[in-house]
């Protein structure tokens, strides 16, 4: 940036919002996601820096352009693969009697993840079963984006199958609509990851990739803590490749349990899985992602 200053402003910014951590090296990339609203404002980057400390709503359209996360359809495709062959067979295996499934996309940028899944459970669930797919981020604008289901030709040229394409999109002008059927699986909430989760109810699949590598030690395990209440006792939590719970602190890492499908490194609650009063408390936190 500009200078030291401002990027340190525009840092600080960040972490009071969300507890994301920009720290000293990312100045390309605030610089990326903040040219763009400054030049549509008519200002030099330093002046509209300077802005967002009086003008709230444009500190809003900062905050939503520097927690948007990279994302992809079925990011990494190896999570997918043992959701489907380990995952949901043994979920379905263990909900005969209800016959309905709940899963948290955590963070879910603008909804490629979330629709990742809802083409798989119309695949794989067997008839006769309904499912509710939860979708949550900071971000309003990408949330409004997960409502419309609306993608580009770039973006869905992004991990997405030619046969995705063809039985679930329709097109939309210049985009591609997915198929409303997959639409009003989703339910999507603006949730901030550090503050409470009110209302959200329990997860038989909890998704919170790659995500946690934007927060500091304290926030990461904060958000851990509070999830594990969250997941069902036979659930299942899948982070990003880069993200484990082995450098949690000692009583909240052994309240996970590791488990390996295939290359996949799955995380579920221990048997043994309670936390004392004084772990298990949400707190009065910052806002995070």
């Known amino acids: 940036m500009t200078t030291s200053t401002a990027?340190?402003?525009v840092s600080a910014l960040v972490r009071r919002e969300t507890s994301m951590v920009y720290d000293e090296g990312k100045e390309y990339l605030v610089e990326a996601r903040?040219?763009?609203l400054a030049a549509a404002r008519g200002l030099g980057l330093e002046e509209y820096v300077g802005r967002l400390a009086f003008d709230a709503d444009e500190r809003r359209k900062?905050?939503?352009?520097?927690?948007?996360?990279?994302?992809?359809?079925?990011?990494?495709?190896t999570p997918y693969q043992a959701f489907t062959d380990a995952m949901l067979p043994a979920l379905v295996e263990g909900r005969q009697i209800t016959r309905r499934l709940r899963i948290w996309s955590a963070a879910c940028s603008s909804g490629?993840?979330?629709?990742?899944?809802?083409?798989?459970?119309?695949?794989?669930l067997p008839?006769?079963?309904?499912?509710?797919?939860v979708a949550t981020d900071i971000s309003t604008a990408m949330?409004?984006?997960?409502?419309?289901?609306?993608?580009?030709?770039?973006?869905?040229?992004?991990?997405?199958?030619?046969?995705?394409?063809?039985?679930?999109?329709?097109?939309?002008g210049r985009d591609w609509e997915i198929a409303e059927r997959l639409r009003e699986r989703i339910t999507v909430r603006h949730l901030n990851l550090a503050a409470p989760y009110t209302g959200l109810g329990t997860f038989d699949v909890i998704w919170l990739r790659?995500?946690?590598?934007?927060?500091?030690?304290?926030?990461?395990?904060?958000?851990?803590r509070r999830m594990l209440p969250m997941l069902a006792g036979d659930g299942y939590l899948l982070l990003g490749s880069s993200e484990t719970t082995l450098d949690l602190p000692a009583e909240l890492?052994?309240?996970?349990?590791?488990?390996?499908?295939?290359?996949?490194p799955v995380y579920r609650r221990a048997p043994t899985g309670s936390l004392t009063p004084s772990l298990t408390s949400t707190g009065d936190r910052p806002c995070a992602r």
């Open 7 to 9: 990027f340190a402003s």
């Open 34 to 36: 903040l040219n763009p």
């Open 62 to 77: 900062a905050v939503d352009a520097l927690t948007i996360n990279e994302t992809s359809w079925f990011r990494d495709h």
């Open 112 to 124: 490629q993840e979330a629709y990742s899944i809802a083409m798989l459970l119309d695949q794989h």
């Open 127 to 133: 008839a006769g079963w309904s499912h509710e797919i």
């Open 143 to 172: 949330l409004e984006r997960v409502r419309a289901g609306r993608y580009s030709q770039v973006e869905v040229n992004r991990g997405l199958p030619a046969t995705g394409l063809v039985r679930y999109f329709t097109r939309a």
């Open 210 to 224: 790659n995500v946690l590598i934007y927060f500091d030690a304290a926030t990461k395990s904060d958000i851990l």
């Open 253 to 264: 890492a052994a309240a996970w349990r590791r488990e390996q499908i295939g290359r996949v």
